[in-house]
C-alpha cells in the first residue's frame, strides 16, 4: 500500500512540474507559423496564431498554395515586450517559385507579435506601428 502511494505521488508531482514548464518561446511559435505557410498547411498555420489572428493566418497560408514555397536561413530572436506582446524579428526569406522564377520575401524588416494564449506562445500578428 505504501509503494501505490509513493507511485502516485511521485507521478502527481511529475504531472505538476510538467503543467508548469513553459510551452516552447515566442521565437518557436513564429518559426513554427512560418513553417506552417512554406508546408501550405493552413490548419497548422491557424493552431499556431491567436485568435485575433486566425483570419491572418488563413489568408497568408492560402496565398502560398499555388506556389512552390521554401523558408531558407530563419532564425528568429525576441528583441523587446510591448505589454503581454512579445516582439520578435527573423531572419531569412521564403523563396517562392513563380512559373519557374524564383522571388525572395525577406523576412528581415517585418516585426512579428507573439502572445501566449491557452498555455503556449503564438503568432498574433505583425507590429505595424513606424518608426521602430
Do not use: P
Not at 24 to 50: F, P, W
Amino acid at each position: 500500500m505504501r509503494k501505490v502511494f509513493l507511485i502516485v505521488g511521485i507521478l502527481s508531482l511529475s504531472l505538476s512540474f510538467a503543467a508548469c514548464a513553459e510551452q516552447g518561446s515566442a521565437e518557436d511559435a513564429i518559426e513554427a507559423y512560418l513553417q506552417a505557410l512554406v508546408s501550405k498547411d493552413v490548419i497548422r498555420a491557424v493552431n499556431k496564431s491567436c485568435l485575433d489572428w486566425e483570419e491572418g493566418a488563413h489568408a497568408e497560408a492560402s496565398s502560398f498554395e499555388a506556389v512552390i514555397v521554401r523558408l531558407d536561413g530563419l532564425v528568429c530572436s525576441a528583441v523587446g515586450v510591448n505589454g503581454d506582446q512579445t516582439i520578435v524579428d527573423c531572419e531569412g526569406k521564403i523563396i517562392a517559385n513563380y512559373g519557374g522564377e524564383d522571388q525572395d520575401i525577406m523576412l528581415a524588416g517585418r516585426t512579428y507579435l507573439a502572445v501566449q494564449e491557452d498555455g503556449e506562445w503564438k503568432m498574433c500578428g505583425y507590429d505595424t506601428r513606424t518608426g521602430e
